[in-house]
């Protein structure tokens, strides 16, 4: 359940919230006047990688041995026209 903050306190403390959604994963609706304007919350994993993780797993495939190359052109060749 998410905490609530007013946005006095917010605008006082920001770094403070920002660690605690950060590190803690902490989640807070943010109020003005006792009415809910926002939720302050981390943000969702997307399930995906970043294109760093992409390099350095590609940077650690095996590579294409030397007869790659002459593989790919008998395939090709063996295709049927379009």
């Known amino acids: ?6 946005t006095a306190q917010l605008i006082d403390h920001l770094t403070d919230f920002l660690i605690r959604v950060q590190d803690n994963g902490e989640s807070f609706v943010v109020e003005r006047d006792g009415v809910s304007l926002a ?5 969702p994993k997307t399930g995906g ?7 350095a797993l590609y940077r650690d495939l095996p590579r294409p041995d030397d007869d790659f190359a002459d593989d790919l052109e008998a395939v090709h060749a063996a295709l049927a026209p379009v």
């Open 1 to 6: 359940m998410s905490e609530r903050a007013t």
């Open 49 to 55: 990688i970043t294109w760093h993780e992409f390099a």
């Open 39 to 43: 939720t302050l919350a981390p943000v």
